[in-house]
């Protein structure tokens, strides 16, 4: 299901446009706006929920594809010789869109 005002359903929706690089009936992956690094993408579930502590049995299955199949979108999004894989969990952490999406970075050497 997903939720009215936020930004990600939006997204998904296709009333905001992005930068699409990966899109299946359970996942899509765009070019982050504010890239952190030379390759920035999110992977969102096409299920709303905020945190992975929401997550119910569908949303930990979706999470688990989502985590197998960052490999092969990283690498075919530049990340061949590596990339770091972020989840924020809440505000806190830096969370600031309150759908649960996961952050791909890479294309050059991170710092720590």
């Not at 699409?20 to 992977?43: G, Q």
């Not at 894989?85 to 991170?110: C, M, P, S, Y």
Request: with cysteine; aromatic share 8%.
């Amino acid at each position: 299901m997903l939720v009215e005002d936020c930004v990600f359903c939006r997204i998904l929706r296709g009333e905001i446009p992005s930068d699409k690089v990966y899109e299946d009936d359970k996942m899509l992956v765009f070019r982050d706006i504010e890239p952190k690094a030379k390759v920035h993408l999110l992977a969102i579930a096409k299920e709303h929920f905020a945190f992975l502590s929401d997550a119910d049995e569908r949303g930990r299955e979706l999470v688990s594809y989502i985590l197998f199949k960052i490999p092969e979108i990283a690498r075919k999004n530049g990340c061949a010789d590596g990339y770091r894989v972020v989840i924020n969990q809440g505000a806190d952490a830096g969370q600031t869109v309150f759908h649960l999406h996961i952050h791909v970075l890479g294309g050059e050497k991170l710092p720590w």
